[in-house]
């Protein structure tokens, strides 16, 4: 059975697949996502073109019902 891991940060893809939203639209989400962490927490840590996976979640995914 293979060990999959949910990795630290999340990618466009990922952004794109869940919102259903084009790669641009899914970079300006990951900025405006990683803009927002680094003003509530500033000494976390932001990477260009992905977002942490946990804020992502909290922010984008507790509000969708499927």
């Known amino acids: 059975m ?7 940060f999340v990618d466009v893809s990922t952004v ?3 919102l ?3 790669r641009a639209k899914g ?3 990951i900025k405006e996502l990683n803009s927002e962490l680094k003003k ?3 000494m976390a840590i932001v990477v260009a ?3 942490n996976r946990v804020w992502y ?5 507790q509000h ?3």
């Open 2 to 8: 293979e060990n999959k891991t949910k990795t630290l």
């Open 16 to 18: 794109c697949h869940d």
């Open 20 to 22: 259903g939203v084009s």
């Open 27 to 29: 970079y300006q989400l």
């Open 40 to 42: 509530q927490h500033p």
């Open 49 to 51: 073109g992905k977002v």
């Open 57 to 61: 979640e909290e922010a984008c995914l």
């Open 64 to 66: 969708t019902t499927f």
